[in-house]
Each structure stands twice: as structure tokens, then as C-alpha cells.
């Protein structure tokens, strides 16, 4: 009987906690320092906060003109001026985005629906745009994807940027929001414009991907893992249990399924010689790093002594993968390649091979990461507390 309480209990707060989505604040186009930006909406009038107080409403044809000079912000509209000590807020009152345009060298207009709120930090302005989760999670899927990838890929896509969203919601509290929009956190350019993004991300609403201990994972990716992905410990030195190589035929037609790099067999045994003290008049070391022709993924050049370890070849030598074949041709060595990116977790372009044969979302996602479950992010605290 308790037990049946509580599990109604459960249900009954998550359905609360959903009605209540919580915003998510993400510093936005820090890139440029600005220190003047024009805020105008794109439909229904604005509604204007100054230091937390309502302050008024601009027509829609109206908009402001914020700027930071001799330590001041001030903001200007057409058809008035408003005295800001801390912050000015601005939302629209209905339909539409809050549209911000830089006044900068670079020019940039994007489009935000939440709010925009605009404060002083140093002699620049900060912006930072207070947004629903879903719709945070939407832009997004919209700016990292792009362009017509297929539902199921963007459900793949809004999983896993909402759980890194929820991992990493503390990642700039310093800086005075939640996440930034840059490659730094993820990319997000403002308001989702693509109807199948949206789509994707509200029938994914909330769930998050754990791993069997009921932890949000860290769902990295590459662009083509050439067949094969790579254990997180063999690339990182840590393990990770949902991190485990895979084999994939999904990506072997894909665009960065293989490469190609020919380079002179002098400077090939010269920077071996160097970094790792290679023997280069032992004819036995030489054959092993000149010709080596893996069956599957290695981590190291198979025969050769001392140790050299395929991935720092592949940051030293800029090549797109650690897995490759060597052959010699005359005086030079021949690189032939498979893949692109360090190979761990997800393949992107796999994964939209699945999705384009039409597999579900859930199926790509175990997939690529071992043992791992979706689960409504307002459960997690429930299953925490179930753990103690
Ligand atoms: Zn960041
Ligand atoms: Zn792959």
C-alpha cells in the first residue's frame, strides 16, 4: 500500500516538475565583445525590466538600443530612455522572438524566444538569453545537426544535448549564467526554425540518457569511427562502462569513411627516430613502422619497439584517425586511413545511415553506448534517493 503511495506520489510530482520546465540561461554571442546591441521583437510588443522591476512595453515597430560606455549601460528606444544601474530584461508579451542584433565589427542577427537580459561585465555588455530547456535543447539540435537529417537522428541529437545541457548546467555559474553558446558548451544560435527539430525534441520531451548506475553519461561523438569505435580507456586512459568499442558498417560509405596521406619514408622514420628513439638502422623496426596492416583497431604499431602509440601519431601527424595502414611505395610511405575523430561513442555519420534505413532513435543510441537507459530527467532525484 505505501509502495503504491509512493510510486503515485512520484508520478504526481514529475507530472508537476513538467508543467514547471525550468530556463536555462546561456551567455550568448560572446564570441565579439559588444559593448552596444540593438534588441527589437519580430512580432508582439516588448515587455521591458529594468533591475527586476517592470519598467514598460515597446510598440513592436519600436525597439532598444543598449549600450555600456564610462561604466554606464544605458537603453534607448524611440521614444524613450530608461536609467539602468544593474539589468534590463526584455521579453515578448505574446507571439514571436526577441530579435538581437550586434552593432559591432561583426554583424550578427539572431532570433531568441525567453527573454534577453543585458547587464554590464567590465566595459562590455553581457547577454544572456533565459530560455525554456525544450526549446534551448531545440536550437541546439538546429545549429550542431543542421539541415535535413531525419526525425530520428534529431531525437538522437536532443537526448543527448539535453543531458549534456543538464551535466553541465553549472558549467559558467562564475560568468553569471548556466552555458554558453559556443563549441565551448554547445552550439545554439537562437530560436529553432526547423519544424522536424522541433518534432524530435518534443517526443523526446525531458528523457535523458543514464548509464546502469543511473548517471547522465557524457554522450561524446566523432564524425566516422571507419568501422570500429574505440573503448573511452584506450583513447583516454579512463574507462568508462558505456564507452566500449563497437563495430559499425553503417559509416563505411560515409563521407569521412576513409583518407589518404603519402609522406617521404625519410621524415616518417626521421620524427620516429625523435620522439620515440626508434632504432632506425634495425631493419626488423623499420619493416614493422613501414608496413603495418591492422585487422582490426590497434593502439599501438603492431611489431614495433619501443611503443608508439597510434593516437599521439595521429595528433603529431594531423592525420583524421588513429587507424590506418602503412605501406611502403619507393621513398615514400603511404598512409591509407579509415575514419575521422578520436573514434569514441557515437559515430554521427553512422548514425544518420541507421536512421536514414529507418531504425528508431533508441536502437542507434544502444548502439553506440553499452547498457545505458533514457529516463525523464525530473525521475532522477527519485532514483538517486531509491540508490541510498
Ligand atoms: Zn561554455
Ligand atoms: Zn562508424
Given at each position: 500500500m505505501f509502495r503504491i503511495f509512493v510510486i503515485c506520489f512520484f508520478l504526481f510530482s514529475a507530472a508537476v516538475a513538467k508543467t514547471q520546465q525550468k530556463d536555462v540561461a546561456v551567455g550568448i554571442l560572446r564570441s565579439a565583445e559588444q559593448d552596444q546591441v540593438l534588441v527589437l521583437s519580430t512580432q508582439s510588443p516588448l515587455v521591458v525590466l529594468v533591475d527586476g522591476q517592470r519598467a514598460g512595453e515597446l510598440s513592436a515597430k519600436d525597439g532598444l538600443r543598449i549600450s555600456v560606455a564610462g561604466g554606464l549601460l544605458t537603453a534607448k528606444s524611440l521614444s524613450r530612455v530608461f536609467n539602468v544601474s544593474r539589468s534590463i530584461s526584455v521579453r515578448t508579451s505574446g507571439h514571436g522572438t526577441v530579435r538581437v542584433s550586434t552593432l559591432g565589427k561583426v554583424k550578427i542577427e539572431r532570433d531568441y524566444s525567453g527573454s534577453i537580459e543585458v547587464s554590464r561585465s567590465g566595459g562590455s555588455l553581457l547577454l544572456v538569453n533565459n530560455v525554456p530547456i525544450e526549446e534551448y535543447v531545440a536550437g541546439v539540435v538546429q545549429s550542431e545537426a543542421g539541415d535535413h537529417k531525419g526525425l530520428e537522428y534529431y531525437k538522437l541529437q536532443a537526448v543527448s544535448c539535453r543531458t549534456y545541457a543538464i551535466t553541465n548546467i553549472r558549467k559558467h555559474l562564475p560568468d553569471g549564467f548556466n552555458v554558453c553558446d559556443g563549441t565551448h558548451c554547445q552550439v545554439y544560435k537562437g530560436v529553432c526554425k526547423?519544424?522536424?527539430?522541433?518534432?524530435?525534441?518534443?517526443?523526446?520531451?525531458?528523457?535523458?540518457?543514464?548509464?546502469?548506475?543511473?548517471?547522465?553519461?557524457?554522450?561524446?561523438?566523432?564524425?566516422?569511427c571507419g568501422g570500429e569505435t574505440m573503448n573511452a580507456e584506450d583513447v583516454w586512459s579512463r574507462p568508462e562502462a558505456y564507452l566500449v568499442s563497437a563495430m559499425d558498417t553503417f559509416c563505411l560509405r560515409s563521407p569521412h569513411a576513409t583518407w589518404h596521406k603519402t609522406m617521404p619514408r625519410s621524415k616518417w622514420?626521421?620524427?620516429?627516430?625523435?620522439?620515440?628513439?626508434?632504432?632506425?638502422s634495425d631493419t626488423a623496426s623499420v619493416r614493422a613502422v613501414t608496413t603495418f596492416d591492422p585487422t582490426c583497431r590497434s593502439m599501438y604499431i603492431d611489431g614495433a619497439s619501443p611503443l608508439i602509440p597510434l593516437e599521439?601519431?595521429?595528433?603529431?601527424?594531423?592525420?583524421?584517425s588513429a587507424y590506418f595502414t602503412i605501406w611502403p611505395n619507393g621513398d615514400d610511405v603511404v598512409f591509407d586511413g579509415r575514419g575521422f575523430g578520436h573514434g569514441v561513442g557515437l559515430c554521427q555519420e553512422g548514425a544518420m545511415c541507421m536512421a536514414r534505413a529507418g531504425l528508431p532513435f533508441t536502437e542507434i543510441l544502444h548502439h553506440y553506448f553499452a547498457e545505458v537507459h533514457l529516463v525523464d530527467l525530473h525521475t532522477l532525484d527519485f532514483f538517486r534517493d531509491e540508490g541510498r
Open positions: 526547423l519544424d522536424t527539430v522541433s518534432q524530435a525534441v518534443a517526443a523526446t520531451a525531458d528523457m535523458v540518457v543514464v548509464d546502469a548506475d543511473i548517471r547522465l553519461i557524457h554522450a561524446t561523438f566523432h564524425s566516422n622514420l626521421d620524427y620516429l627516430h625523435r620522439t620515440y628513439k626508434l632504432n632506425t599521439q601519431v595521429r595528433t603529431d601527424m594531423k592525420f583524421n
